[in-house]
């Protein structure tokens, strides 16, 4: 099985078991998740999604270096990390080659070390920014209008506004900001030409709320709702694995055009 179809399969596989893979507070803020060995957080939305809790992580090779082991029935987690590299062809030509490696690794807890970086991976969210000035940035370098009422959220291209009910009508401010940046996500579409198929396209939108949230220190809200996971686990189906690698690095995108991340 390639790499790309077992980070699928994996997704696939929580939501059958009714978590949301990305509501997991660590998709949001990495700094929650730390390469054991590095000190650093893993990068990449697949890994974030994958890893099971907060704290760190090292592979076989880097505990034993370490002097520790493996407890006994522990279960390790895949991460992933793509390379691209030259290879020659027989024409003489070189032709740059993508290819996604696979790595096993264990939570700290399930091995004989001890934590060195619990001051990162333990700290307390950022202060809890307001979410109103990057939306206003966003809407005036987008040029995009924003409409408050009605029953329902939506993004229109041909008008180029977003509408979403008032705050008053949601439960909590996250569930408010989660669907306001998510509307956002859609619109980020003014500074591409990409098109994508409806479920992809939300997959990316819902992607990019979650790391919009994060940043801003809120976390999304668990809305493990039957009828919010049913309908995902329908759109998932719809997704080729392909598709999905791809919907990660779109929602990285939107999210880092929101913010004026020039990455
Ligand atoms: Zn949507």
């Not at 290879?87 to 290819?99: A, L, N, W």
């Not at 619990?118 to 307001?130: L, Q, R, T």
């Not at 719809?238 to 939107?254: T, V």
Request: with cysteine; charged share 25%; glycine share 6%.
């Amino acid at each position: 099985m390639s790499a790309t179809d077992e980070i699928f399969n994996a997704i696939t596989k929580q939501l059958e078991e009714g978590v949301v893979p990305w509501h997991k507070p660590w998709v949001a803020r990495p700094s929650m998740i730390i390469n054991h060995y590095k000190g650093t957080p893993y990068t990449g939305l697949r890994n974030r999604m994958l890893l099971g809790c907060a704290g760190e992580y090292a592979t076989m090779h880097q505990i034993n270096a370490e002097g520790g082991r493996v407890k006994k029935g522990s279960k390790g987690h895949r991460v992933y990390f793509s390379k691209t590299y030259l290879k020659e062809q027989d024409d003489g030509e070189e032709e740059s080659v993508y290819v996604l490696r696979a790595f096993t690794v264990f939570h700290i807890s399930d091995t004989t070390l001890e934590p060195k970086y619990a001051h990162i991976w333990s700290a307390p969210p950022p202060a809890d920014c307001n979410a109103k000035p990057v939306l206003e940035e966003y809407a005036a370098r987008a040029n995009l209008g924003v409409r408050w009422g009605g029953d329902s959220a939506h993004y229109s291209p041909s008008h180029r506004y977003i509408v979403v009910p008032s705050e008053n009508d949601f439960e909590s401010r996250e569930e408010f900001w989660g669907v306001v940046f998510h509307e956002l996500g859609h619109s980020t579409k003014i500074f591409c030409d990409r098109t994508y198929e409806y479920a992809k396209e939300e997959l990316v939108a819902e992607l990019c709320a979650c790391l919009c949230l994060g940043h801003l220190g809120m976390t999304p809200t668990v809305k493990n709702s039957a009828a919010y996971i049913a309908s995902w686990k329908s759109r998932i189906h719809d997704i080729k694995s392909s598709d999905f690698a791809d919907a990660c690095r779109s929602a990285e995108w939107a999210y880092r055009t929101i913010f004026n991340i020039n990455k």
